[in-house]
């Protein structure tokens, strides 16, 4: 990517225009959030009918009273929904609280003080130095759990169909100690590509080259997160059932984007193995988790087809958004040479890419204008971005006028640092 050819009095006449631009949005005084995919009011609405859905009802239909303790691994119907979502077999699901990520962390916890499953070792055993290879740009968080569990990280890169396989298989050939990989295979976080069918079928594959106790942890936050056309997924514990290497997948997913983000079910989905070990510590937590709003759930939605069809409503709100940006994003930046963008057909987010060093000065400069985003570096391993490029936008929340006001604010810091970039470069 290169700015514009521009001679000297050219650029400088063009960077005071924008600069003036930049202060006159400065005097606005707003204070937008760009920072995180959070479901907007209207989402939120949709699901307004799980207040009062029971009507006094509470029992399974096995006649469990849901207000009751007990059924660790959730209720059969909430199991069967998870199982649904993700692709398995009931049996290999457990359902709890409102947060995948909780689960990820727990299980992480797990592997690294009892070991992840069967027979393998404790990541954190003896002189092990566990280590795990993160795709990148990625989502913040699950780097944030490697960090809080002392697990060293190795950035991986996306192409576009998923991570670099070659460059996955080689680093575990090379390397003994590691023993995971995050995955965000639909709609990848933040750049929303969906794993090609080679891709999904190399991770299953993963088992019979690594060390024993490695795992994939298979993040499918947005399974059913289509603005279009379903796109569909290679069943990735399919495979690995078919592989022998089933033990090795791990899987996460919730409601929290389809239902209330504070108030949704979450699902863990596994092997046999793997879940009977989880459960040891799982039982010893919690007596239970919250079977009532397991219930409504799966009296609201019913099955699969009924998360698909709510979904279609979410995909009416969050579309023209994402076709906002994008709208903005090429009559502002197109044919500039000042950056590249992801155009998302599902998920939550677009993942802009800065010319090399000025991810850092856009985000300062947007938020001198009162535009909050997620700060330069957060996708990568320890906020580290080699090349200081990569911005994650998440344009859920905002309304659309705001959401106008935002991306106005975005391509004017993008402009006024490429050119000042060329200004000193020349």
């Known amino acids: 990517m290169t700015t514009p050819n521009l001679d000297a009095n050219q650029l400088k006449t ?3 225009a924008v600069e003036a631009a930049h202060s006159a949005l400065c005097s606005r005084e707003v204070n937008l959030d760009f920072t995180r995919g959070k479901p907007a009011i209207s989402q939120l609405q949709l699901a307004a009918a799980l207040d009062g859905v029971l009507d006094g009802d509470y029992l399974t239909a096995d006649g469990t009273d849901t207000r009751g303790y007990g059924g660790l691994d959730g209720i059969p119907e909430a199991r069967q929904l998870g199982a649904e979502l993700l692709g398995v077999s009931a049996e290999n699901v457990i359902a709890q609280g409102n947060s995948s990520l909780t689960l990820m962390y727990l299980y992480i916890m797990h592997a690294c003080h009892y070991g ?3 027979q393998a070792p404790a990541w954190h055993a003896g002189a092990l130095q566990a280590k795990f ?3 990148c740009p990625g989502y913040d968080r699950h780097f944030e759990i490697c960090e809080d569990f002392s697990l060293a990280m190795i950035p991986v890169p996306m192409t576009g169909e998923g991570p670099d396989m070659d460059r996955v298989e080689a680093l575990i050939r090379e390397d003994a100690d590691i023993r995971g990989m995050w995955c965000v295979p639909k709609y990848s976080n933040p750049t929303a590509e969906t794993y090609s069918d080679e891709t999904v079928t190399r991770i299953a594959q993963l088992a019979r080259k690594a060390a024993p106790g490695f795992r994939v942890l298979w993040d499918n936050a947005y399974c059913v997160h289509d603005f279009y056309d379903h796109q569909p997924l290679a069943n990735v514990f399919e495979l690995a059932q078919g592989f022998g290497t089933e033990d090795s997948i791990v899987m996460f997913a919730s409601t929290s984007k389809i239902s209330f983000a504070g108030a949704g079910v979450a699902f863990m989905a596994g092997s046999k193995a793997t879940l009977d070990g989880f459960r040891k510590r799982l039982g010893v937590m919690s007596i239970g988790p919250d079977k009532v709003n397991q219930l409504r759930h799966v009296r609201l939605f019913k099955d699969r087809a009924g998360i698909q069809a709510h979904m279609q409503q979410h ?6 958004k994402f076709e906002i940006v994008r709208q903005q994003l090429e009559a502002g930046l197109g044919n500039q040479g000042m950056g590249r963008w992801t155009d998302p057909k599902g998920g939550y987010f677009v993942s802009f890419d800065t010319l090399p060093g000025l991810a850092s000065e856009v985000v300062q400069l947007a938020a001198e ?11 990568f391993p320890y906020r580290h971005d080699p090349h200081n490029s990569n911005i994650r936008l998440a344009p859920s929340y905002l309304s659309e006028p705001d959401l106008e006001q935002a991306m106005e604010i975005f391509v004017t810091c993008v402009k006024l640092a490429s050119l000042r970039h060329a200004q000193s470069a020349a």
């Open 14 to 16: 063009r960077i005071e």
């Open 116 to 118: 992840p499953g069967g």
């Open 133 to 135: 290879l993160c795709p």
């Open 315 to 320: 995909a009416d709100l969050m579309r023209p």
């Open 369 to 379: 204008a009162g535009l909050k985003l997620l700060p330069a570096g957060a996708t």
